[in-house]
């Protein structure tokens, strides 16, 4: 079957320590996206990429980072300068062009220790 | 820019009761428009779609019709299930957001037996 996985399910960070969330995709789409949703709230826009090694921040890009090395990877760093990690992150992909759904995966729930 | 509006939440209904969320929005040209559904701790799944004036997006019993005129995309359903409770998202993909999608804030559904 074709989807999203985001890797771990759960992940504690300690203070002043950097953090890597896996996104991987099967569906052999072009547009990759990484969105943060915080209890009770919608999702915002952190990066995305339209294709291999090329990718553009969104609305709250500052203390993250990420790499788009391969079509079907997209991973998401959440640094030290990230002062309040504490969410749910979401992955998605979308054929790149526009108007098309985006395909997410189950996300990933970061918590401070 | 582009930008999504729907109801706020939360909204409690018994079950077999008329669902309504409504959901407005600003945009350029004529986008795309979507409702998206996350269950408890999951990511978001693509509910139904619409891609121009008139059209009705359906599924699972749940129908949106595009209206360009009101720049509407109100979610219904006849009759609601317990399992329907989720969050429920309107977004946008649009001629002036390139590849991303635009959300609302969501809204919370919870149905009473």
């Known amino acids: 079957d074709g989807g999203i996985t985001q890797s771990p399910k759960y992940l504690f960070r300690k203070e002043g320590q950097n953090v890597t969330l896996s996104c991987e995709q099967n569906l052999n789409h072009d547009a990759m996206y990484w969105y943060r949703q915080d209890p009770g709230q919608g999702l915002r826009l952190i990066y995305y990429s339209q294709i291999v090694n090329d990718f553009q921040k969104g609305d709250i890009a500052e203390g993250y980072s990420v790499s788009r090395e391969k079509k079907e990877s997209f991973p998401l760093t959440v640094t030290s300068a990230q002062k309040n990690p504490t969410a749910f992150y979401l992955c998605?992909?979308?054929?790149?062009?526009?108007?098309?759904?985006?395909?997410f995966g189950d996300g990933t729930r970061l918590s401070i220790l | 820019g582009d930008s999504v509006t729907q109801m706020e939440g939360p909204v409690t209904l018994s079950e077999e009761a008329f669902l309504t969320i409504n959901c407005t929005y600003t945009a350029t040209g004529y986008p795309s428009l979507f409702w998206y559904v996350q269950y408890p701790g999951e990511g978001l799944q693509l509910l139904l779609k619409a891609t121009k004036a008139d059209d009705k997006g359906s599924n699972k019993g749940f129908e949106a019709t595009y209206r360009k005129e009101t720049t509407s995309f109100h979610l219904e359903k006849g009759s609601v299930q317990v399992s329907d409770s989720a969050v429920y998202f309107c977004?946008?993909?649009?001629?002036?957001?390139?590849?991303?999608?635009?959300f609302g804030s969501g809204t919370r559904l919870s149905i009473r037996p």
């Open positions: 998605a992909s979308s054929r790149d062009h526009s108007n098309q759904p985006q395909h």
């Open positions: 977004a946008l993909s649009g001629e002036s957001s390139a590849s991303k999608i635009i």
